[in-house]
């Protein structure tokens, strides 16, 4: 698993060069099984400042729903475009984040929603295999990259989450 994501590292590092994206920003990566991608995860959204973008396909996480809260309570911007699956549960972290008044979106225009992505504060990026879960921490083979200070990457990842929630509904709360 390492090999491949390491592989994939690769793979952006040359298209951003090629490309015109390479810029004097960061790239970390985390591994999971119990690689820290969750810590990883927490400390980006606990230096947050103005704004974090997330868009997921799985997400419940408590750690990272607290931290979202925790952020939005420091004046923090939080939008959420989540798939479709987030609304036929019971209780998810959709009902939560909506529920503790951070503005959540269902992207129900594609068959799965499947980005997992953070952007937070235009500048951060946070994506990868890695669903915002504890299965994803503590138990599937997953792969998470920390991309810093890459304007252009940035950029991209931007435009791309407003495309999505252009076409999203908002999230109404639990269904009846």
């Known amino acids: 698993m390492k090999k491949k994501a390491l592989s994939l590292l690769w793979l952006i590092l040359f298209l951003g060069a090629t490309c ?9 990566v985390y591994f999971s099984p119990n690689g820290g991608c969750t810590d990883a995860i927490l400390i980006e959204i606990n230096q947050a400042k103005t704004e974090i973008l997330l868009q997921a396909y799985s997400f419940t996480s408590q750690p990272i729903a ?7 309570k420091r004046g923090v911007r ?16 959709a009902t939560f984040l909506k529920n503790m008044g951070i503005p959540v979106f269902i992207d129900a225009k594609h068959a799965i929603a499947h980005n997992k992505i953070m952007i937070i504060d235009n ?19 997953e792969n998470l990259l920390i991309l810093d200070d890459l304007p252009d990457l940035t950029r991209a990842y931007r435009e791309n989450f407003q495309s999505h929630l252009r076409h999203a509904v908002s999230y109404p709360g639990m269904e009846e």
């Open 20 to 28: 015109g994206l390479a810029q004097a920003g960061s790239i970390r």
């Open 66 to 72: 607290q931290a979202l809260i925790r952020a939005q």
């Open 78 to 93: 939080i939008t959420a475009v989540l798939d479709k699956s987030n609304r036929s549960q019971k209780y998810s972290a």
């Open 123 to 141: 500048r951060v990026v946070i994506t990868g295999s890695f669903n915002f879960t504890m299965a994803a921490e503590n138990k599937n083979a």
